[in-house]
């Protein structure tokens, strides 16, 4: 088997030095005066979103926006439908939204915000970010410094880990062309690095309310089985569980090591918390581990839900859905696993 080229793999290190970083960032966000580590986050979530894509931002067709915009809470209402949708998508997102990466130096005004926003809903992958950005309040110009300082940082704590995206990129990028990843699929090395620092930002904000939490649920990708195909998992309300066919698994080695936590199989981000009810929301914490290009969306996810998480990267891509030809086997920091929950 030729060995594999990923568009990121962590290492021993990572978790150190991304601590490290998050150090560094939540220091220099002192001097804008945020009113919280979450408000800083938004602000450099929309300042990194304007400085990728604000030129296509600027550019789409407000009738562009809304057939993208109501196709994709058309596939979240109706999954039946996702082929046929998914199909429609990828044509109008690789036509009208995909273009060669063009740095964006125009000035972040609230009508240009809201035009970023347009965007973000077209593409149908930040629905969980919108709601913090339409809420946003402190200076725009701040979002724009703080981009600035985090294009000229994150490279030093994190490049290591993304150093061999755009040669992932330039052999396998067409293949995602009239996708409907293909935004997703595409991500600039920054938004990595955004959402490496944003999930350990993320951990730090979350965690007071985690712990008090009487119910712990541990959120798995399906990559972390050790042959999906044949996976005997029983269906449950807010996930797959774990029926321990295969010691080798590593969703039953999870499930046994932590019988005092609730162990779920999640095939899809989207469908995550989808059978969530009220006592989920008034009594769950959980941990989820997924890809980096989820960490955001997946935190608030979950915590616009109510739910208290803390997130655990895997140590590279694993699954055909999105990354690789074939699926192989995900992996985690076991070590990183025992301490968060």
């Not at 793999?9 to 005066?33: M, R």
């Amino acid at each position: 088997m030729d060995e594999l080229t990923f568009p990121y793999e962590l290492n021993g290190e990572y978790y150190a030095k991304v601590s490290d970083f998050a150090d560094e960032f939540l220091d220099y966000t002192e001097k804008f005066n945020f009113k919280s580590d979450e408000e800083s986050l938004e602000a450099l979530c929309i300042g990194v979103y304007w400085y990728l894509y604000g030129t296509t931002a600027l550019d789409l067709n407000s009738n562009i926006h809304h057939a993208l915009a109501n196709l994709a809470e058309y596939r979240r209402a109706f999954p039946e439908d996702k082929i046929f949708i998914d199909e429609l998508r990828g044509k109008l997102l690789t036509k009208f939204l995909f273009r060669p990466f063009q740095k964006n130096d125009e000035e972040l005004t609230s009508q240009n915000l809201d035009m970023l926003i347009n965007f973000l809903e077209a593409t149908g992958d930040y629905m969980d970010q919108i709601p913090h950005f339409r809420n946003f309040s402190h200076d725009l110009g701040d979002c724009l410094e703080l981009t600035k300082w985090f294009c000229r940082t994150s490279g030093k704590y994190l490049g290591e880990y993304t150093s061999n995206l755009d040669e992932y990129l330039k052999n396998n990028g067409s293949s995602h062309l009239m996708e409907e990843d293909v935004i997703f699929y595409h991500g600039h090395e920054l938004e990595y690095h955004l959402n490496m620092l944003g999930a350990e930002i993320m951990n730090r904000m979350y965690r007071p309310d985690y712990v008090k939490r009487q119910r712990k649920a541990i959120l798995l990708p399906s990559c972390m089985n050790s042959n999906n195909k044949n996976c005997r998992a029983k269906e449950d309300r807010l996930g797959d569980v774990c029926t321990f066919c295969n010691p080798k698994c590593n969703v039953y080695k999870i499930t046994k090591d932590y019988p005092d936590c609730e162990v779920y199989i999640i095939s899809h981000e989207s469908t995550a918390f989808k059978g969530a009810r009220k006592e989920d929301k008034d009594e769950l914490g959980i941990v989820g581990i997924t890809c980096v290009l989820n960490l955001i969306s997946g935190g608030w996810k979950a915590s616009n839900l109510s739910i208290p998480p803390q997130c655990i990267l895997l140590d590279h891509v694993a699954c055909k859905s999105h990354w690789l030809k074939e699926d192989i086997y995900g992996k985690i920091n076991d070590s990183e696993l025992k301490k968060k929950i």
